[in-house]
């Protein structure tokens, strides 16, 4: 026998019933067992599917139940993002390559922590084109470390989070959940995490929602959707704008894009094959060139953003302003050189849906990030540049470059995150006083560009 060509398999074969492939610690969802690892004091289990793969005759329908497994499922890695074209200048690249087949999501705990703990699920952002939970800097390992539990999950993209064609709405295979796929998805993984989270040691009466750009959007969406209402105890809107930045659009509107789309690929509305042929297209063609570069370049291609359906997505501001919506504390706020200027969607939206959701009495604390990391020659915190801050993950994000400030303000405003996963207040620790928001004072959180967090009138307001 040949030991030498053996050898690799041996090598397998004794890693897999070795104590330290074993070692790793063993959660029970409702479809099945996964084991995670352990590093530096951090348990973490990631690529854990929350819906079946959304392929073939899923491909735009709601998210379907996963198919139970027998024994342990390995869960020591991402799963894939979901399908999309990278945007080659995105502050957070991907660390998995897209994939059709993406729903899955990662949890991270403190090592032995005995009591239930607070469940921070992150949605990220992307215009709802681009995006994944496996970039290196949305890592929940941390926050924690701090006494947190950090969920992340992936939802559908472009064209396979967002379409409508008649004979989708004709079909109605899931009884009026269409169009808004990857809302879809993100319900489905804050149902899994409601259900699931227990056994992990996570406390699914305690979930704070938080999300940057489109998922701030997507935080305003589930405070709304009547599907999500009543299942966050906390939200976290960072540059998601009022609420309806995105939301330009109905079903009829997303039909007419979605039957543009299929024309270009040869496919008559008429055809009575037509979703069978789309169905049949391979991944990229579905994607075809489409991303936050190219949607906002040239000759806009068809595509819908999520939109106001009135069962998935509503009017946000309008159910805001009738007070039908989840009513949670509520950290919101962007940073100061955000998109669109001062008097833009992200600033002064930040501020309108603050005074929106204060009259509507709820406990709102209201932000600004101004802080610059000290290797950043440009003035001003430029959008998204806060993620990396409020994940306490600088050091990854810049480096060798990353600074003892960049540090502290790391530390501080994801010190102020978990105390808000805990309470529902950002105060304690060494942060300034932060006091709830009231329109006629206007005073909000500045973590300054100096390194210090400040409560002060609003720069752009303050006389």
Same mark, same amino acid.
């Given at each position: 026998m040949n030991l030498l060509r053996l050898a690799p398999l041996l090598a397998l074969t004794a890693a897999a019933c070795s104590p330290i492939a074993a070692a790793g610690p063993v959660a029970a969802t409702k479809s099945g067992q996964v084991r995670g690892t352990v590093d530096h004091g951090v348990v973490s289990w990631k690529g854990i599917p929350f819906a079946a793969p959304p392929v073939g005759e899923l491909r735009w329908r709601a998210p379907q139940p996963v198919a139970p497994w027998?024994?342990?499922?390995?869960?020591?890695?991402?799963?894939?993002?979901?399908?999309?074209?990278?945007?080659?200048?995105?502050?957070?690249?991907?660390?998995? $390559?897209?994939?059709?087949?993406?729903?899955y999501l990662n949890v991270w705990k403190p090592e032995g922590a005995?009591?239930?703990?607070?469940?921070?699920? *992150?949605?990220?952002?992307?215009?709802?084109?681009?995006?994944?939970?496996?970039?290196?800097?949305?890592?929940?390992?941390?926050?924690?470390?701090?006494?947190?539990?950090?969920?992340?999950?992936?939802?559908r993209l472009a064209r396979f989070g967002t379409f409508a064609h008649p004979q989708l709405t004709k079909q109605d295979a899931d009884k009026g959940l269409l169009g808004n796929y990857g809302t879809?998805?993100?319900?489905?993984?804050l149902k899994w995490v409601r259900e699931n989270i227990a056994a992990f040691g996570g406390d699914p009466g305690n979930i704070t929602l938080i999300g940057e750009s489109a998922g701030g959007v997507a935080v305003h969406m589930l405070l709304t959707s009547p599907l999500s209402r009543g299942m966050v105890q906390r939200a976290v809107?960072?540059?998601?704008?009022?609420?309806?930045?995105?939301?330009?659009?109905?079903?009829?509107?997303?039909e007419q894009m979605g039957t543009a789309f299929a024309a270009k690929k040869g496919i008559a509305a008429s055809d009575p094959q037509a979703l069978a042929k789309l169905r049949a297209l391979p991944a990229d063609e579905v994607v075809d060139n489409?991303?936050?570069?190219?949607?906002?370049?040239?000759?806009?291609?068809?595509?819908?953003?999520?939109?106001?359906?009135?069962?998935?997505?509503?009017?946000?501001?309008?159910?805001?302003?009738?007070?039908?919506?989840?009513?949670?504390?509520?950290?919101?706020?962007a940073t100061s050189d955000d998109m669109d200027g001062p008097q833009g969607r992200m600033i002064k939206g930040a501020r309108d849906v603050a005074a929106t959701l204060t009259k509507a009495g709820v406990p709102v604390y209201a932000y600004r990030f101004s802080y610059v990391a000290?290797?950043?020659?440009?003035?001003?915190?430029?959008?998204?540049?806060?993620?990396?801050?409020?994940?306490?993950?600088q050091a990854i994000k810049y480096g060798r470059a990353v600074t003892a400030r960049d540090d502290a303000m790391g530390d501080t405003i994801?010190?102020?995150?978990?105390?808000?996963?805990?309470?529902?207040? $950002?105060?304690?620790?060494?942060? $300034?006083? *932060?006091?709830?928001?009231?329109?006629?004072?206007?005073?909000?959180?500045?973590?300054g560009a100096d390194g210090h967090a400040r409560a002060v009138r609003d720069p752009l307001t303050a006389k």
């Open positions: 027998q024994g342990v499922r390995d869960a020591a890695d991402y799963g894939s993002d979901c399908m999309q074209k990278p945007f080659p200048s995105d502050a957070a690249p991907l660390g998995t $390559p897209p994939a059709e087949d993406c729903l005995k009591a239930k703990l607070p469940v921070v699920l *992150w949605i990220y952002g992307g215009g709802f084109l681009n995006g994944g939970s496996s970039p290196p800097t949305y890592s929940g390992a941390e926050l924690a470390q701090k006494g947190v539990m950090v969920v992340s999950f992936n939802y879809l998805d993100q319900i489905a993984a809107i960072m540059s998601g704008s009022d609420g309806n930045s995105l939301i330009k659009s109905d079903m009829a509107k997303a489409l991303n936050l570069e190219t949607m906002f370049t040239g000759q806009r291609p068809p595509f819908s953003s999520p939109f106001s359906d009135g069962r998935i997505g509503v009017d946000m501001l309008q159910a805001y302003a009738s007070g039908q919506f989840t009513k949670v504390p509520v950290m919101v706020g000290s290797s950043v020659d440009t003035p001003g915190a430029a959008h998204a540049t806060d993620i990396p801050f409020f994940f306490d993950t994801s010190n102020a995150l978990v105390a808000f996963a805990r309470t529902g207040d $950002p105060n304690g620790g060494k942060l $300034p006083a *932060w006091p709830r928001y009231d329109p006629a004072k206007d005073v909000i959180m500045d973590f």
